[in-house]
Every structure is written in C-alpha cells, then in structure tokens.
C-alpha cells in the first residue's frame, strides 16, 4: 500500500495550495481518505475526511470554509484545496485511508509520508 501525497510548497498567507495523494495497493473507492496535519512541536491533527462513498464530507474547526476535500475514484486520488491559508495552517499534511470507515473516523489503516506547506505571513 502506498499513499503518495504532494503539491505541497511555500505560499504567502490569502493564498491557495491544492495536495494531492495518489493511492495504490488499496481498491481505493472502498476506502475514506482523510487529512491530518503536523505542525513542529505539535501533534497531528485532524483536517478533513470525505467518506468511500463520496457523500460524507468532515472538516476541523480551523479549516472550514477555507479547505474543500474532494476525490477522483478513476484516479485513485483525494484532493485537499487550500484557500485563504494563513502562517497557522504552516505543517506537514498527511493523507490516509480507512476501509469503509465513516468520514468521522479519526483511525486510520494506512498513512502516507506527508507534503510540506509553508505559509509566510
């Protein structure tokens, strides 16, 4: 199993990054992508999910309204737009897959190696 996150990258704050995590080894539409970040110092944490099915989507607090999770089952891919990012959302993002797990989850069965987005006030 392999969960390839990227497009992550050094952007000023109001501006917009979009990730990406390109999964193999997994029959990918079984499974809810979520996105956890790491900040330095601080534990990972929860920012979105979007369940197997594609219906149930869930967001942390701090990224609603800023972020959108999406995914491409032809792709194998889940998405996490980024929009009006500020120096707080500066962390390593993580994607993961849960095997029909609902989207409220927060364990996960695979991890990937993470995306580093900077955000420079």
């Known amino acids: 199993v392999q969960l390839q996150a990227s497009g992550g990258g050094l952007v000023q704050a109001g501006g917009s990054l979009r990730l990406s995590c390109a999964a193999s080894g997994i029959t990918f539409r079984s499974y809810t992508m979520g996105w956890f970040r790491q900040a330095p110092g601080k534990e990972r944490e929860f920012v979105a999910a979007i369940s197997w099915t594609g219906g149930d989507l869930h967001y942390a607090d701090s990224v609603k309204g800023r972020f959108a999770i999406s995914r491409d089952n032809a792709k194998n891919t889940v998405y996490l737009q980024m929009n009006s990012l500020k120096p707080g959302d500066t962390a390593v993002y993580y994607c993961?897959?849960?095997?029909?797990?609902?989207?409220?989850?927060?364990?996960?069965?695979?991890w990937g190696q993470g995306t580093q987005v900077t955000v420079s006030s």
């Open positions: 993961a897959a849960n095997l029909y797990g609902p989207a409220s989850e927060k364990t996960y069965d695979y």
